[in-house]
């Protein structure tokens, strides 16, 4: 069982930067993949980037690929980041991290439904 905790949203201008954490607690944690996915007001839950539970591989989706950055740390702080840069109003959304039993060999999951865990959310605003 893994519990989830983000925190680190918040109300930011156009070009700016936030920086979100993950804090997970249970067992484990360091045997699962870690995601993080978006939600904007009136529309669907969306992947954002990925991360094995390694650390070793990352994925991201086109609309973030080049401004946010995935990391995690598996020692004392078993906490997972998302660095969001160069942020745009169309990042508006309530941000949740996930985590789900690593595969190793098999492809990152992007699907929110594969995701075992879940967070709260954590509201990042962007203002134009």
């Known amino acids: 069982q893994v519990q989830l905790v983000e925190s680190g949203g918040g109300l930011v201008q156009a070009g700016g930067s936030l920086r979100l954490s993950c804090a997970a607690s249970?067992?484990?944690?360091?045997?699962?993949?870690m995601a993080w996915f978006r939600q904007a007001p009136g529309q669907g839950r969306e992947f954002v980037a990925v991360i094995s539970w390694s650390g070793g591989t990352t994925y991201y989706a086109d609309s973030v690929k080049g401004r946010f950055t995935i990391s995690r740390d598996n020692d004392a702080q078993n906490t997972g980041y998302l660095q969001m840069n160069s942020l745009k109003p169309e990042d508006t959304a309530v941000y949740s991290c996930?985590?789900?039993?690593?595969?190793?060999?098999?492809?990152?999951?992007?699907?929110?439904?594969?995701?075992?865990?879940w967070g709260q959310g954590t509201q990042v605003t962007v203002s134009s």
């Open positions: 996930a985590a789900a039993p690593g595969r190793p060999g098999l492809r990152l999951r992007v699907l929110s439904h594969e995701y075992h865990y």
């Open positions: 249970g067992r484990g944690f360091s045997n699962y993949d």
